[in-house]
RNA sequence: GGCCCGUUCGUCUAUCGGUUAGGACAUCUGGUUUUCAACCAGGCAAGAGGGGUUCGACUCCCCUACGGGCUGCCA
């Protein structure tokens, strides 16, 4: 029984996604376990792109993936490291692996491995290829191109101690020799991980459980090379509401798509956090507060569901949460990222004066922009079918007469208060029967904020234009 | 096929052998109210199935079912 190692070394992390397409949320999840994980430890973030798949890898999809990760807030220390600018390193390691003997030469070609697989399938066996050439003599070998496989013990287990997992044994008869280089010269994603890990001083493994498997080949490589292995943690992967992998048909599989949903980054990383992770009962909390929580042993092992009411409601309170001016300037990205006109003055300055009582009821930006039509339209407000019903001759004469009484009262919610009260005891009419009207005259909408925000909003000059509009 | 991982309310989860199995989202009911939202109070709702181990299992072990992953000169 292999005890946890103990880690005196310095934390670092990584994600390292291959650029053949945008940042999925499952891959923004990841990238921020990682995140947490340095960041709340005084540790370190590192990028990795694997790019070693010259045919899949486009420079575009790396541009997106580094965007979706900003747009997370997920910073990361030094450059973005490019796994096939190391190409040169990686064949020196084969090639040192070579030398040590725990790695041989294979010339076997991929037509003879098909051959050997599609034998062992007729019989109606599954078995792993076997090199011939593990143990031949050097002095046979022939002038041909040739792959470096790892020279993998065939008997015993390899023990995983993963930190989400826990233990995990692979039996080695499993597992065959795995090519580290190809007959080109270019290194396969198994030994080009363990190096760059190795390189980058990669303490802490954090990522998908879809490469716990992977994860005893990789070990081997490590104890081939007599590199100190890195603590593991495979983090399950996200599913979509009905249990199946998460995928297009689910909606949204893309980090982008939900920043162009208009939903706040933090509470974006709230939900990604709280998403198969737990603290006991901590459910919305700030950046600071999951960095202080978040440990590995919070992580649960089964995949998790993506829940968007939950997700909505998280962000609602984060809405909330929000300074106006963070608040402003998020939602300025969001604009550019959705490509709308930026909102500019005097409507910013109005905008920012609601925010106060619009934010506490909104989840989303567009949600905030909609939750805020008041104070963002211009005279004159055109009333939907729903508020138009409230303005009939009776109300339209009581906002006529409350117009004038605007003019010298102190525009202050107590003084507002007084006015209104005191219109409703003239007409005899309850509360409700005022505020309709003047919520059709300043808002246009049957559903606004309270009349009295509206009013403190738009100011003494404007409440009385959108009255006389209605009374014109 | 083989190997590996997983399975607590509809969903995210707490529990780390002894609890009336807790919280949150969703949902339902009531309250507040100036509309919507928010908010407050309350309700409904769970250990996949079967065997063990134990005085006692959600918790430990085995089997089955279901879901996922790996099994490439992809990553």
């Known amino acids: 029984m292999t005890a946890p190692m103990p880690h005196s070394r310095p934390i670092v992390t990584r994600f390292a996604p291959s650029p053949t397409g945008y940042l999925h949320i499952g891959g923004g999840r990841t990238a921020l376990f990682n ?13 990795r792109i694997e790019d070693t798949d010259r045919e899949r890898s486009t420079p575009e999809a790396t541009a997106a993936i580094l965007r979706g990760l900003t747009w997370l807030g997920l910073d990361w220390d030094g450059d973005v490291v490019s796994q096939f600018d190391r190409k040169d390193r990686h064949a020196e390691v084969a090639h040192q692996m070579l030398a040590r003997g725990t790695a041989y030469k294979c010339f076997a070609t991929t037509e003879e491995i098909a051959a050997f697989r599609a034998e062992a399938e007729a019989r109606g066996s599954y078995a792993l290829f076997q090199s011939p050439w593990r143990d031949a003599d050097p002095a046979t070998y022939p002038d041909l191109p040739y792959v470096i496989r790892m020279r993998a013990p065939r008997t015993g287990e390899t023990v995983i101690q993963d930190m989400v997992q826990g233990r995990v044994v692979i039996k080695n008869d499993t597992l065959d020799d795995m090519i580290c280089l190809r007959s080109d010269g270019t290194p396969t994603y198994m030994l080009a991980v363990v190096v760059d890990d190795h390189d980058m001083h990669v ?63 933090a509470g974006m990383r709230n939900y990604l956090t709280r998403l198969g992770w737990a603290k006991g009962d901590a459910e919305i909390f700030t950046t600071a507060e999951s960095l202080n929580m978040f440990d590995l042993d919070g992580i649960g092992r089964a995949p998790a569901r993506l829940d968007f009411k939950k997700l909505e409601n998280t962000c609602g309170h984060h809405m909330a949460m929000m300074e106006d001016d963070d608040l402003m300037r998020e939602l300025d990205a969001y604009l550019i990222a959705v490509a709308q006109p930026q909102i500019i003055e005097p409507a910013r ?5 609601a925010l106060y009582c619009v934010k506490e009821r909104a989840k989303t ?10 104070a963002l339209s211009q005279r004159p407000i055109e009333c939907d079918e729903a508020s138009a019903k409230a303005l009939d001759s009776v109300s339209r004469g009581i906002l006529k007469i409350l117009t004038l009484q605007l003019q010298n009262v102190n525009w202050t919610k107590a003084d507002l208060e007084v006015i209104l009260n005191a219109a409703c005891a003239a007409n005899e ?5 005022l505020a309709a009207p003047l919520r059709a005259a300043l808002a246009g909408r049957s559903a606004a904020p309270s009349v009295f925000d509206m009013m403190l909003v738009l100011g003494r000059d404007e409440t009385i234009a959108r009255l006389a509009d209605i009374s014109a």
């Open 365 to 374: 930006f567009p949600d905030l922009l909609d939750k805020a039509h008041f």
């Open 429 to 433: 009419i309850g509360f409700g029967k």
């Open 349 to 353: 300055a109005t905008l920012k004066s």
């Open 203 to 265: 303490s802490h493994v954090i990522r998908g459980d879809d490469h716990l498997n992977n994860a005893a080949r990789q070990q081997m490589i490590y104890q081939a090379m007599d590199w100190e292995i890195p603590v593991w943690a495979h983090i399950p992967l996200i599913h979509g509401p009905d249990g199946k992998k998460l995928s297009k048909r689910h909606g949204a599989t893309g980090v982008e798509e939900y920043q162009a949903m208009g939903y706040p980054a």
């Open 35 to 47: 995140w947490l994980y340095a960041r709340g430890r005084g540790g370190k973030f590192l990028l």
